[in-house]
């Protein structure tokens, strides 16, 4: 007799979050009779929601201590703003303390969300850095189980969060991808992905062509007892290596791949099958441009050469990252810098995106510093030189995973970051979208420059009003309001992340006064960084942040009150 299966996609977040938790044990944080609300949605006549879309809910499963993140995919599609961000990252934060204090506390997240909240564009994608800093920092002491059962699936910068997981769980009904196929189709044009056609959205990143190639761990059912049953075994088993630290693996893979070849999810699944599959696709460069000098118009090309000076280049296969040691008034220093690069593999990122190559590559440059210092008392800086106009869309990205490569960099990133490694980001140029999250945003530090070119956003503005169904020159309107959906830096910087934001710098072609004075407010910020706390919580102690971020601060102190 066929079983009769209990949907899990159907339950309400609240609901799945007590399907998970044994029977009478559900206890909701910050419920919506507490009213955390987002500020910002009713200005822009959109009705908020009292639990804005994310329920917490602490109790045990079989008997240990766990707490369960479910998002509501019903409510502006799953999207994180500043509220429901906060919600996220601050239960994830205080359980990497409990564990820190020998309270083993475990974690659970039910995605469904579309990615960053583009009606709170900068707020959105602060939240996603911290969520993927806690999770990094608490995969440490137990592991973080991650489900995506279906519905809305799991986008942007939530899909970079996916791949951070200790074990990811999908149903075929899910869909896993950083750049949804609207979005690809704006900005590629429907030559590149025909976001009407279903069939090929499901075949490309859905939940079955996701764990067939491994990115993600456990395929189930849309059964509720199932999907319960694969958590609980989640967490019987530590991992040994995260996905998103498996860096050569992944760089090796790539290489099984000729980009100029069609390729189609049944043909990536028999290339990829194989969990050890390794690529031997040559990659031939001439030195010149190993050199970084197909990058020289580029801001981020410029800065580098700029304060790396006559540094050895790091030499890879791949010449849209530049890499380089050197000194920094007396302090040994890694640069490394995204830049164009027009023959590149991958047609698709020939412009200064980060994509599939570039995510691992910079993974690889900050994990081998890692492992160089790894027994020295004082490891290096590693400064993240940031323009970058957002990440890679294409057919191709998506089903070969760039998600899981801009996870790559964000992991190294971080646990650099938590090994002592000061990390500070100089925003040179763009500073958009995942591009940044995977390369910039896990800073101990952002420095900007002041500089009408320097712009920091979650979407192009032509995706942005595309998705939103607004005119650009509603979303213009709307910035007036809202600082986080405008782009310019000074209003980022009212937003409290920002360490220091300089004037009165060149920035497209510097002078030594200028590189002295961006080169002197490094050596500060790293300085400042060795003795500060390794995490981000910074980011919410600043003097502007008490404004800028103040409904951030508030989730975080009410779930702390709460909490036990």
């Known amino acids: 007799m066929k079983k009769i299966r209990d ?117 959105g994608l602060l939240a996603i850095a911290e969520i993927q800093s806690a999770i990094i920092a608490l995969r440490k002491y137990v592991p973080v189980v991650g489900v995506i059962p279906g519905k809305v699936g799991c986008f942007g910068g939530m899909s970079m969060t996916a791949a951070l997981f200790s074990t990811l769980i999908m149903t075929p009904e899910g869909r896993l991808t950083l750049n949804g196929p609207e979005v690809i189709e704006q900005e590629a044009g429907i030559g590149e992905f025909d976001s009407k056609d279903r069939q090929l959205i499901w075949r490309t990143i859905g939940g079955i062509q996701r764990q067939a190639v491994g990115f993600a761990d456990v395929l189930v059912q849309d059964d509720i007892s199932e999907i319960a049953e694969a958590v609980h075994k989640a967490f019987t088993h530590r991992t040994a290596e995260f996905r998103s630290e498996r860096v050569e693996l992944y760089i090796s893979r790539l290489r099984s791949i000729d980009p100029a070849a069609p390729l189609t999810p049944m043909q990536l699944r028999t290339i990829w099958g194989n969990e050890d599959v390794r690529g031997n696709f040559e990659i031939y460069e001439d030195e010149a441009r190993l050199h970084g000098i197909d990058g020289a118009d580029s801001r981020g090309s410029v800065w580098f050469k700029a304060l790396a000076g006559a540094s050895d280049y790091k030499v890879g296969n791949v010449p849209s990252v530049l890499c380089a040691d050197a000194v920094l ?81 964000v992991d190294a990133y971080a646990t650099a970051r938590f090994a002592g490694h000061p990390i500070v980001s100089l925003l040179v140029g763009p500073a958009i979208s995942g591009a940044f999250l995977a390369h910039g945003y896990q800073a101990n530090r952002i420095i900007a420059l002041n500089d009408p070119h320097v712009l920091v956003h979650a979407m192009s503005k032509q995706s942005a009003a595309r998705i939103t169904r607004r005119s650009i020159e ?11 959906m405008a782009y310019d830096i000074e209003s980022y910087a009212k937003l409290g992340a920002l360490h220091e934001i300089i004037s009165g710098i060149n920035a497209d072609e510097p002078k030594e006064d200028d590189i002295k004075r961006v080169g002197d407010s490094l050596s500060s910020a790293i300085e400042i960084a060795r003795k500060a706390p390794y995490d981000l919580s910074s980011r919410l102690t600043s003097r502007t942040a008490l404004t800028g971020r103040a409904a951030s601060i508030k989730v975080r102190e009410k779930l702390k009150v709460k909490w036990n």
């Open 7 to 123: 949907s899990f996609i159907e339950l309400s977040a609240r609901d799945r979050a007590k399907a998970l938790l044994d029977a009478g044990t559900f206890r909701e944080l910050l419920d919506p009779f507490d009213r955390m609300e987002s500020p910002h949605l009713a200005l822009q006549g959109i009705v908020p929601q009292n639990d804005d879309g994310v329920v917490v809910a602490r109790g045990l499963m079989n008997g240990i201590s766990t707490v369960v993140i479910s998002m509501e995919g019903a409510f502006q599609g799953g999207g994180i703003g500043e509220v429901s961000g906060a919600k996220i990252a601050g239960t994830l934060e205080l359980a990497v303390l409990d564990n820190e204090r020998g309270v083993r506390t475990r974690a659970v997240v039910v995605l469904d969300s579309g990615g960053v909240r583009l009606q709170e564009a900068n707020y």
């Open 474 to 484: 509603e979303l213009d309107e709307a910035a007036k309001t809202i600082q986080a």
């Open 329 to 409: 008034n007396g302090e040994p220093v890694r640069y490394i810098a995204v830049v164009p690069n027009p023959n590149s593999r991958f047609p698709r990122a020939r412009h200064g995106e980060v994509g599939l190559e570039e995510g691992w590559t910079i993974a690889k440059y900050v994990r081998e510093a890692i492992a160089e210092d790894k027994t020295k008392e004082k490891r290096r800086a590693i400064i993240a030189l940031v323009d970058v106009p957002s990440q890679a869309y294409g057919y191709k990205e998506e089903l070969l995973g760039v998600f899981q490569s801009c996870a790559g960099a």
